[in-house]
């Protein structure tokens, strides 16, 4: 039996957003969510702003699941896990458990939009003592301050003076493995900077790179105003040591611009972790059968590398950053074609 | 495995007596800091907060500037260094770098950031002079002969319009005429005084004489301009010759205001406005290139000379003027005009603006070679028997390049004083 149903599995800005898109375009959605709310990582992780029009997070976040859930044809199904699936494009058959109950799902196409998680900085072969050092913080957790408006020095609760970002911290690494670049960093870290410089105007915020890899309007929306009106300090070279100093952070590199090594203190040192695939993203592409590159994130593209939703399953599409390292811009796009793609799947079976 | 390592730069004083021993030479040898402890934003902050300076702050580090800054080919200069040197702890109000600049704006040409030096350099470098901080000697003499004479050579008032008698030509002076003229030709202060000034003065007032142009000077009541003095940090210096000169201009009845020097075009069209003065202004090249047919025929005796011309950044750069120069060579029979390799929009600056006119020994200490020496090099390799020039600062300095640099055969001429040679033969 043939279902014109689509099944989304996610629950972030993609997943909403495809939801969205696909009842819109006359598709009967059922919508699964791991956790018992909807809003994804931005919201898990309480995301502060976003780089979109500096709109607060949750609000933003709030508004795509508004949209998703308001719509009738839209079906939430919460604390929701997939366990099986069998059937073919037009007829699949999704084993679930919803609330610790069984269920069997018949969709006639689905998409993936079970996201990334942020880099575990442990993993770094660089010295950076995440794990020994309390000032040493990852972007995630200088989001949760900057949210709150209360960014300390996590080891004695004072605002930190000088702070510095290291970029590229488990991306572009042949030996971690995660040779891409995660696209967003340098825009997230910029704009954490900006905020920083709004937040504690007497502190001194620099960013050590190897490239800056802003994202189109990104270099002119963030990253020129962090430097120019914000001054935020930018410098080429990127740190490989984070040593203990009395109580601060002596932070080791090359200043690659002046051919000079660098060894300053610092208060607080923010690692820019880059994007990795969710955990649930690599547990669904094992349950569904679907391929998935050598990083792990879903393989998109279909044949010919211009059908950015295609998995290696007919009937199955991605959207997201569960297909790679996205933006909300990037996710949502992909969502929405997506969503076009799964409609048009189901009709064409059922016509 | 051999292991390179870069060796500290050593600094040495070369006579010093410390409780009477000598400890000269590598006695007292130091090395120069090597790594790097502290970054400083605060010094990038100290000049992008002083009004005007504001784009210091804008450098992303793209390094354009530095291959088209003239100062750092013949040393180690240019926007990007100056930004990194402050982010590293130098406080340029301070620094020895401040005074480098040339303001040739060949930078600004090429920066996506539009990183303004032009703009910048006057900011810091009155901030430096209202902090009391270091300025050279030589620049803070020509600050004081202008205050007191009214030009930065120091040459009495009195025989602003004494070269006049050497032109052979009648050249009214607008107190004693007492009427309206067309044009009111600002002489400027190195044609006034200068023996080399003084040749294309000279040559003006004849070729003005020659097509019948309805023009006089100022004479006695003709100041300095004060640009460079503008670029160089003296702002209130500059204010004062201002007032001065726009009192006097609007003393006259007059149609166009006709300048001999670039800089002082630079001033009265693009600066004086802010004071009120807008009139209008056009530099002797784009005067004469708009008389071209009646200048013709006066140009009757050959010029038989390879001529390469010399592009002032105040008349290109700065101010668009790059063809009526090139129209007025070609115009000179038997001239053959070859250009440098860096010419127009990239023309290479003479070492003379922004205040570099009365900084030589200072530059000097800093740069492998003059400015104006590497461009007279530049003259030469075209293979030119005359380097022309149209900024009344260039003569001088282009003659002493090109025998510094051993190219004597190459003559250093004004625009002026070739179309002169034409009309009047030799």
Redesign the interface.
Known sequence: MSSNKVLVIGGGPAGLEAARSAAELGGEVILLEKRERLGGTPDRESYAKLTHHWRDASEAMAELATAATNNPNVEVKYQTEVKGMSGRAGNFTVDIEAGGAAESLNVGSIIIATGFQHFDPGRATQYYNYYTFPDVITLTDLEKMLKEHNVVRPSNGEAPKKIAFIQCVGSRDRQIGNEYCSKVCCGIASKQAIELRQQLPDSKVMIFYIDMRMYGYWENEIYWPAQEKYKVNYIKGVISEVLPKGNQLLIRGEDTTMSRPMEVTMDMVVLSVGMEPSAGTRAIAQTLGIQQNKYGFIEAGGDGGLDPVATSVPGVFVAGAAAGPADLDDSISRAGLAAARAVASVRKVMA | MTVKY?KAKAIEKEHIIMDGVDVSGHWNRMFEQ??????T??L??KI?DIPDA??F??C??CAKCVAVCPVDVVGNYGPRKLY?YA??GLDLTEASELWLCTTCANCLRVCP?EVNMVKIMPAAREQAILDGKFVPAELQQAFENTAKSGNPLGQPQRKRDAWIKESGVEVPIMKDLGRKVNVLWYVGSYPSYHPRGIDAASAAARIFTALGIDFAVLGKEEKDDADSQRLAGEKGLFEMMAEHNIETFNKYEWDELVVTGPHELNAFKNVYPKYGFERPVVHYTTFLARHLDQLKPLLKHPVNKKITYHDPCYLGRHNGEYEAPRQLLEAIPGVELVEMARNRQNGYCCGGGGGGMWMDSFTAKHTTMRLSEKRAMEAASTGADVLAVACPFEVSRFEDAVKSTGNEHVGVLDILELLDKSMRGE
Do not use: D, L
């Open positions: 870069e090597r790594t790097i402890f502290e970054y934003p605060e990038i902050e992008a504001e784009s702050a804008n992303y580090q990194r982010q590293t950031k």
